[in-house]
């Protein structure tokens, strides 16, 4: 099925380890995101790229990075996990960048760092 | 700069109570509304969208109006179900994609 996909869907790290949240999109999309979800704080901007070879920061991009070598992938790396990072992280696509079509979403990673 | 503010909820009803989700929003030039859902240990999902003033969107019976007048795109549902509960987000895309912060909705039969 077309879509995004996000792995893995749970992870539990300890404080300091580093790890890649994978996101792959098969739509052939320009603009990929990340967000992370918090309670009552909705959905907010890590990262996001308008093309290969483009990345930009969002709202909260501290202690991630980003790369995008293909169009189709765009994994989101933590460099050194601290307890604040504990979130459910989702990759997002779109056509375009202003996302007139409206955004698709990934299933999401729950992330514990302890 | 641009924004999105929707209700506070949680929000809780009875099967076939009549739903609506208030949002406003402030942007510069003529953004697209949206509305997504998010049912449990899901990712988000469109569940309707309206481009311009006056479209009306709608959905699983659901509906959204984008009133320019006055910046709004309430949701709305004539008759919940035990199956429309979720948490609810209103957004809007200009230069960028803004989400509100989510509206809890939980139906009890």
């Known amino acids: 099925n077309a879509g995004v996909t996000q792995t893995p869907k749970f992870q539990v790290l300890k404080t300091g380890q580093s790890m890649t949240l994978q996101c792959a999109q098969d739509?052939?999309?320009?603009?990929m995101s990340w967000y992370r979800q918090d309670p009552g704080m909705g959905l907010r901007l890590i990262h996001y790229?308008?093309?290969?070879?483009?990345?930009d920061q969002g709202e909260v991009p501290n202690g991630y990075n980003v790369s995008r070598s293909t169009t189709e992938d765009f994994p989101l790396r933590l460099l050194s996990a601290a307890p604040s990072q504990t979130s459910v992280y989702f990759c997002?696509?779109?056509?375009?960048?202003?996302?007139?079509?409206?955004?698709?979403f990934g299933s999401g990673t729950r992330l514990t760092v302890v | 700069g641009d924004s999105v503010t929707q209700m506070e909820g949680p929000v809780t009803l009875s099967e076939e109570a009549f739903l609506t989700i208030n949002c406003t929003y402030t942007?510069?030039?003529?953004?697209?509304l949206f509305w997504y859902v998010q049912y449990p240990g899901e990712g988000l999902q469109l569940l309707l969208k309206a481009t311009k003033a006056d479209d009306k969107g709608s959905n699983k019976g659901f509906e959204a109006t984008y009133r320019k007048e006055t910046t709004s795109f309430h949701l709305e549902k004539g008759s919940v179900q035990v199956s429309d509960s979720a948490v609810y987000f209103c957004?809007?895309?200009?230069?960028?994609?803004?989400f509100g912060t989510g509206t809890s909705l939980t139906v009890i039969p």
């Open positions: 739509m052939n999309h320009e603009y």
């Open positions: 942007a510069t030039g003529y953004p697209s």
């Open positions: 957004a809007l895309t200009g230069n960028q994609f803004y």
């Open positions: 790229s308008v093309g290969a070879g483009i990345t």
């Open positions: 997002a696509s779109s056509y375009r960048e202003t996302g007139h079509y409206g955004y698709t």
